[in-house]
């Protein structure tokens, strides 16, 4: 059964850069079949997707987000990472890691993790 | 970008009863959408794909419908576990967009 997990650091200060990383066990990041992606939630807000990446090293951003984001990809460790840069509060969220099914829907999910951006 | 319109942003319904909820599409995603259901201090789960298709282990009580611009979740007969809330998203255009969320709540 595939499963997701992000780690990194739960409280960034502001203008520093976010780093976060997905580490996926029960199957290969090097499928051909999938993207691998974020998604943050703001507490008690909706969904918003960061970006996408392909084993090869392909991404999609969302341009909402693309000058301060970069996705990128380790198949010897099975893990993907965000590094968001000059972090403001409105970055705090629940960012969560997924693999898409091509570049579609996400299934499954990892469970989330809390970054707070505060000094 | 396809921006996602969810509808009502809340509802109220009795265990047993049917919910309805609504995902409009600001352009034309055919059928690539998808829905998810979120409970509390949990990620999302994919409940349907494609607009129409259940994903693996999702109750037959859960249906999606629509394409092009409007599309709805039906659950038939709404179960205690079923209170959360439901997000569509759109996969048929980059940037990827969902919409606000439903909140389905007890009545």
């Known amino acids: 059964q595939l499963q997701l997990q992000e780690s990194g650091p739960g409280l960034v200060k502001p203008s520093e850069t976010l780093s976060l990383t997905c580490t996926v066990s029960?199957?290969?990041?090097?499928?051909?079949?999938?993207?691998w992606g974020w998604i943050r939630q703001p507490p008690g807000k909706g969904l918003e997707w960061i970006g996408s990446?392909?084993?090869?090293?392909?991404?999609y951003y969302n341009p909402s987000l693309k000058s301060r984001v970069t996705i990128s990809v380790d198949t010897s460790k099975n893990q993907f990472s965000l590094k968001l840069n000059s972090v403001t509060a409105a970055d705090t969220a629940v960012y969560y890691c997924?693999?898409?099914?091509?570049?579609?829907?996400?299934?499954?999910w990892g469970q989330g993790t809390l970054v707070t951006v505060s000094s | 970008e396809r921006v996602m319109t969810q509808s009502p942003a809340t509802l109220s319904v009795s265990p047993g009863d049917r919910a309805t909820l609504s995902c409009r599409a600001s352009?034309?995603?055919?059928?690539?959408l998808a829905w998810y259901q979120q409970k509390p201090g949990q990620a999302p789960r994919l409940l349907i794909y494609?607009?129409?298709t259940r994903a693996t282990g999702i109750p037959a009580r859960f249906s999606g419908s629509g394409s092009g611009t409007e599309f709805t979740l039906t659950i038939s007969s709404l179960q205690s576990e079923d209170f959360a809330v439901y997000y569509c998203?759109?996969?048929?255009?980059?940037?990827?967009?969902f919409g606000g969320g439903t909140k389905v709540e007890i009545k």
């Open positions: 352009q034309n995603v055919i059928n690539n």
């Open positions: 494609g607009a129409s």
């Open positions: 998203q759109q996969y048929n255009n980059w940037p990827l967009t």
């Open positions: 029960g199957g290969s990041i090097s499928s051909s079949s999938y993207y």
């Open positions: 997924a693999r898409q099914l091509g570049t579609n829907w996400f299934d499954p």
């Open positions: 990446i392909y084993y090869s090293g392909s991404t």
